[in-house]
């Protein structure tokens, strides 16, 4: 089994900034991609940014110029550097990741495309 978990969400005024941590965990044999989506209220969730499968980064036109998202891959972790917030940048952040693991550490390699976190609330204040 693998997991992903977002830390570093809270409430924030307009123009300031937080960074989000995204951790992942279990017998991972490689993490094929790792990313933002966030949903607010009444809304559907949305790519924010991601790195792809093949290492590049994609944000959301909402929020480049203002987002920076990075990794370690040593930790298995993806950050989300986020600056002059927004009202509207208010969401719940998920985490998403699609990782091939192995299951009971042995040969078997399977893929998960999906392996969402819990989220992590954001709330920006005026």
């Known amino acids: 089994q693998v997991h992903v978990v977002e830390s570093g969400g809270g409430l924030v005024q307009a123009g300031g900034s937080l960074r989000l941590s995204c951790a992942a965990s279990?017998?991972?044999?490689?993490?094929?991609?790792m990313g933002w989506y966030r949903q607010a209220s009444g809304k559907e969730r949305a790519l924010v940014a991601t790195f792809t499968s093949g290492g590049s980064t994609i944000y959301a036109d909402p929020v480049k110029g203002r987002f920076i998202i990075s990794r370690d891959s040593a930790k298995n972790t993806v950050y989300l550097q986020m600056n002059s917030l927004k009202l509207e940048d208010t969401a719940v952040y998920y985490c998403?990741?699609?990782?091939?693991?192995?299951?009971?550490?042995?040969?078997?390699?399977?893929?998960?495309?999906?392996?969402w976190g819990q989220g992590t609330q954001v709330t920006v204040s005026s």
């Open positions: 998403k990741a699609d990782i091939t693991y192995a299951p009971g550490g042995g040969q078997l390699r399977l893929r998960d495309p999906a392996v």
């Open positions: 279990g017998t991972i044999f490689n993490i094929n991609a």
